[in-house]
């Protein structure tokens, strides 16, 4: 509880430093003290505020989503990225932007979280006929499945000159945003409360069908569930800011190596791991070519796919 | 009461259980025994509903299996399958606990937290409480996970193979740890055993399966005979009876 608290305080302060650099030359601090700043108050609620949210609530619902599918796929390398989920929201955006541009961001959400839906049960029948459940082929058909679903996506796009928003949607970047335009996220808020009631259910459906029928649940539907979170939370970021690649999977992993699996004592600890990983991230992107910026997917991505390598070596040696 | 009436199983083409129907009384320890593919293992699996039979029906103290919802018949009767492959680390005493998520949902009362206590102590488990599972041997392992659905407090148990990776010593301390379950809180055991003689030596009952039917049912002396064993292991088996307990001699 008391290192609950701390991992609490470390996250303030990373959100403080958030709130505090970036490239319009203005002094926040001084709204603290009460003067009046027209400007900085301005830039503080436009920009600054809303991106250090957007941080939080992106950073802390990426990692649950990591966390869930890990749990109910019962592998540790999966993630909305390493199994094509991403993808495919990408490609249901790119269907609805082209089919309905004129729908509300909501609606154009929710179909790219209905294909997302779509490209986990895909996934998941895939992996059926994976004859072995070794841990390490099922990141690798997932991925390949990603590839598959991206080309697809990439060749629509490049069909109808839309490569440029492509790229935007790949690679997450928090620079663009504003009052406005974040607010999607605070669905992944709500896709992460509902995660930490439904933990126990989870941590049951990970110890597989039998065990999970044993103790009178229905494993389809807990399924089921845990999928609809992750597709959701996968598809509101990713129209939201873009996609963070293996975000979902250092955090997780990390908190498994210390807490163990009991998802419900994982929660919390995820959450707040994640949102302080990205804003972390965020900050290195942000003062690393000042007063430039280098996108978070790049910053997540260099330090999410190396812990990726190491915990692949990890298992290896393991299982030696 | 256990009653299976006309249980059919296939796979694919290939029947795995054929009409059986068979009746376990409540109270004392059951055994299935068998060769490798007479279908124990399915039988046990048809009536804990983790598979659904092609045909017949399976009553639980009057409750069908299939219909009953799935949250009323966790209170009634577990199961533990013998294959647990584990990725997840849980500590000992969270994996017991999950017995007790029948009866409360993950919100632990009182009397939830005095089973989890009462189960680590049945299976001397208490100074492993806050290992992970990963982190212990296969009997230890197989320990906890028979904890869990002790502490599930249903008064049928049914276990696969419970003896499955346990040497002599294991085994039988399982096996008397069963037969105290069973003696002092009451609770129906089903076992399915590949050893004639720890099925022989703690059951009350025995049924011996072949090819997918019951061959033959009832207390170890008149199961563990030779002629019976001849039916359904194809084997000459001598039969010695030691301090009144029968005893198999399969190892010519």
């Not at chain 1, 590839?147 to 928090?174: C, E, K, Q």
């Not at chain 1, 663009?176 to 049951?204: K, M, N, P, Q």
């Not at chain 1, 990970?206 to 103790?215: A, H, I, Y």
Request: hydrophobic share 50%.
């Amino acid at each position: 509880m008391i290192a609950l608290g701390l991992g609490l305080l470390v996250t303030a302060v990373l959100a403080m430093i958030s709130l505090l650099i970036g490239a319009a030359d203005t002094n926040i601090l001084s709204l603290l003290w009460g003067l009046p700043d027209d400007q900085a108050s301005q830039i503080l609620m436009i920009s600054r505020l809303p991106r250090t949210l957007a941080l939080i609530l992106a950073g802390s619902s990426l990692g649950i989503a990591g966390l869930v599918m890990q749990m109910i796929v019962r592998n540790r390398f999966v993630e909305p990225s390493t199994t094509g989920t991403t993808e495919s929201a990408m490609l249901g955006f790119l269907v609805v932007t082209l089919l309905a541009p004129d729908w509300p961001i909501m609606g154009k959400m929710l179909v790219a979280a209905g294909f997302a839906l779509m490209g986990m049960f895909l996934f998941l029948r895939l992996l059926k006929f994976v004859p072995l459940r070794d841990v390490v082929l099922v990141p690798l058909v997932g991925i390949m499945l990603a590839g598959v679903i991206g080309a697809i996506t990439s060749f629509f796009a490049y069909r109808f000159n839309l490569l440029p928003m492509l790229l935007g949607w790949s690679m997450g970047d928090f620079s663009g945003v504003l009052r406005g335009r974040y607010e999607l996220l605070w669905i992944g808020l709500g896709c992460t409360i509902a995660a930490g009631i439904a933990a126990d259910r989870f941590t049951v459906a990970g110890m597989g069908r039998e065990f999970t029928t044993n103790l009178g649940l229905n494993y389809r539907r807990t399924m089921l569930f845990g999928l609809v979170i992750v597709s959701l939370i996968a598809s509101v970021c990713l129209v939201s800011v873009g996609s963070i690649p293996f975000l979902g999977l250092v955090v997780p992993n990390v908190v498994s190596l210390i807490l163990g699996d009991n998802m419900r004592r994982a929660v919390p600890w995820v959450a707040v791991g994640g949102a302080a990983f990205v804003l972390a991230g965020d900050i290195l992107g942000r003062v690393v070519r000042y007063p430039y910026e280098v996108p978070i997917s790049v910053v997540v991505g260099v330090i999410g796919s190396a812990f990726f390598i190491l915990l692949l070596l990890r298992r290896r040696t393991n299982a030696a | 009461m256990i009653n299976a009436t006309g249980l059919m199983k296939s796979f694919g083409k290939t029947p795995v259980i054929n009409d059986v129907s068979v009746s376990l009384a409540a109270g004392g320890i059951t055994s299935i025994v068998g060769p490798n593919g007479a279908g124990k293992s399915t039988l046990l699996a048809l009536i804990s509903r983790l598979m659904r039979a092609d045909a017949g029906t399976v009553t639980v103290d009057g409750l069908d299996v299939w219909t009953t919802p799935a949250s009323v018949l966790a209170r009634r009767l577990s199961i533990l399958r013998q294959d647990n492959h584990m990725t997840a680390r849980l500590s000992v005493r969270d994996l017991v606990a999950f017995g007790r998520y029948p009866h409360s949902q993950g919100r632990l009362t009182l009397e939830d937290k005095a089973h989890v206590e009462r189960a680590l102590d049945y299976m001397a488990l208490n100074d492993l409480q806050h290992r992970f599972l990963d982190e212990l041997s296969g009997g230890q392992r197989q320990r906890a996970f028979v904890a869990m659905v002790l502490c599930q407090d249903t008064d049928y148990l049914l276990l696969d193979e419970p003896l499955n990776n346990l040497d002599m010593k294991h085994a039988a301390s399982m096996m008397k740890l069963l037969r105290r379950v069973s003696v002092e809180l009451g609770k129906t055991i089903v076992l399915v055993l590949h050893d004639i003689n720890f099925a022989g030596y703690y059951s009350d009952q025995i049924v011996a399966m072949r090819d997918g039917r019951v061959l033959r049912q009832g207390p170890p002396a008149e199961v563990i005979t030779s002629e019976v064993l001849r039916e359904v292991y194809d084997m000459e088996i001598q039969v010695r009876e030691i301090d009144g307990k029968p005893l198999a001699l399969f190892y010519e």
